[in-house]
């Protein structure tokens, strides 16, 4: 045991940190992603671009994050 708790305790605050970190960066991916989208009239090509990303990442990314309208044709 150190001076300051346990060293399970310490990695107990280190993995609920990295928890935070990853369900942040999630959200603000989520986020930048629906904003795109939307800013491009759920247009995926023009989004995809506007992104710097491939068409198909863009389509992968709206389904995984659940947004609206992922199926669409991207015209």
């Known amino acids: 045991m150190s001076l300051f708790g346990s060293r399970e305790g310490d990695r107990r605050l280190e993995s609920r940190r990295d928890e935070d970190r990853e369900a ?3 959200d603000f991916e989520r986020q930048s992603i629906a904003e795109a989208y939307a800013r491009n009239h759920a247009n995926i090509t023009r989004t ?6 491939e068409r198909n990442c863009l389509k992968y990314k709206l389904k995984k994050f659940g947004i609206a309208g992922q199926g669409t044709s991207g015209s």
């Not at 995809?48 to 990303?53: I, K, R, S, V």
Request: hydrophobic share 55%; glycine share 12%; proline share 0%.
């Open 48 to 53: 995809a671009h506007y992104l710097g990303l």
């Open 24 to 26: 942040r960066l999630w």
